[in-house]
């Protein structure tokens, strides 16, 4: 009986890869799941319409000043309302000001305002929810009532009586929406939180003797991630509507600063003379980009959900 010929490749045992190498340490898994993620993204083609308009409107807001050069400072009553033209595209309102270069100035409010106040509340609310579910007992029960405690007060009457005793600013309008809009994510996260310490690798902390902040911050927030990253568009979408809704009260930053729901209720006292470009470009405006974030949060929600993840 002759040896066998160690030089001729053994046929019978399996191939391993690189991937399935390196598949042990979950690196593969992660990408694969990544890519996933963004492939059911951008399968949706509304998300990627709402992207494509919220990409537009922060270069239209951001980039147009820089090339659309108009004086948003200085009144011009000679050139009030005047119909939209070659020089004026969208015209000028009541007191003279070019109506896209208002149009730009008060995006970059609207948009700067909607965004951090809506990071600003997932932040605070995930951080209360994650911890409130993860101490449950007594703490929890504080803790909630507390957040019943602020919802049972009508937040319209909460922002005109903040509004009312301090001089709008847009850093008084970010603290004062946020105030109101963390409720919402502290009580998803926290049913997430409930759900989440009792898996094995949260109570595996506890029994090696980590503290409770390391298993709220390495843990239960980072796997509520998908609730808080949907929820956060969400919130976005809210605390624009409710910068317009404020400025539409008259509670919005005083002139000459500007944002779309000043500008729409300005515009609403021209409406039976029919300046058309007061009232639809900002109001337009509005819906386009509140929708647009809509549109992504629920592609996000999507995105994240496990079932769809792997399918």
Same mark, same amino acid.
């Given at each position: ?39 059911? +993204? @951008?399968?949706?083609? !509304? /998300? ?5 308009? =919220?990409? &537009?409107? %922060? #270069? ?96 319209? +009457? @909460?922002?005109?009586? !903040? /509004? ?5 600013? =847009?850093? &008084?309008? %970010? #603290? ?101 470009? !007061? ?8 819906? &386009? ?23």
């Amino acid at each position: 009986m002759s040896a066998p010929d160690m030089s001729k490749p053994d046929l019978s045992a399996p191939d391993m890869s690189a991937s399935d190498m390196s598949a042990r340490d979950g690196t593969p898994r992660t990408r694969s799941l990544f890519a996933q993620t963004v492939s059911t +993204f @951008l399968e949706n083609r !509304l /998300a990627v319409v709402g992207l494509a308009v =919220v990409a &537009l409107f %922060i #270069l239209f807001c951001y980039v147009g000043p820089l090339i659309y050069h108009t004086d948003q400072v200085h009144i011009d009553l000679e050139s009030a309302t005047l119909h939209p033209s070659a020089s004026h595209p969208l015209g000028t309102n009541e007191v003279g000001y070019d109506q896209v270069g208002r149009l730009m100035v008060g995006g970059q409010t609207s948009l700067e305002v909607g965004v951090a106040a809506g990071l600003l509340a997932t932040f605070f609310g995930t951080l209360w929810g994650a911890v409130a579910g993860y101490a449950g007992g007594f703490v929890d029960g504080v803790m909630m009532r507390i957040v019943d405690a602020m919802l049972a007060v009508p937040a319209l +009457f @909460l922002l005109l009586f !903040l /509004a009312s005793i301090a001089r709008p600013t =847009v850093g &008084l309008l %970010i #603290l004062v929406i946020a105030l109101i809009s963390w409720l919402g994510p502290a009580r998803l996260v926290r049913g997430q939180a409930l759900t989440l310490r009792t898996r094995d690798y949260v109570r595996s902390v506890r029994l090696m003797g980590g503290s409770p902040m390391r298993a709220v911050l390495r843990h239960i927030a980072p796997n509520a991630i998908g609730t808080v990253v949907v929820n956060a568009t969400f919130q976005v979408a809210d605390a624009i509507l409710t910068v317009a809704a404020l400025s539409f009260l008259g509670l919005g930053i005083p002139p000459p600063a500007a944002n779309w729901g000043d500008m729409l209720f300005n515009g609403i006292n021209y409406t039976y003379d029919g300046y058309w470009w !007061l009232i639809y470009p900002p109001g337009l405006a509005i819906v &386009l980009v509140v929708v647009a974030f809509n549109l992504i949060g629920d592609a996000l929600r999507d995105s994240f959900e496990v079932r769809l993840q792997r399918r």
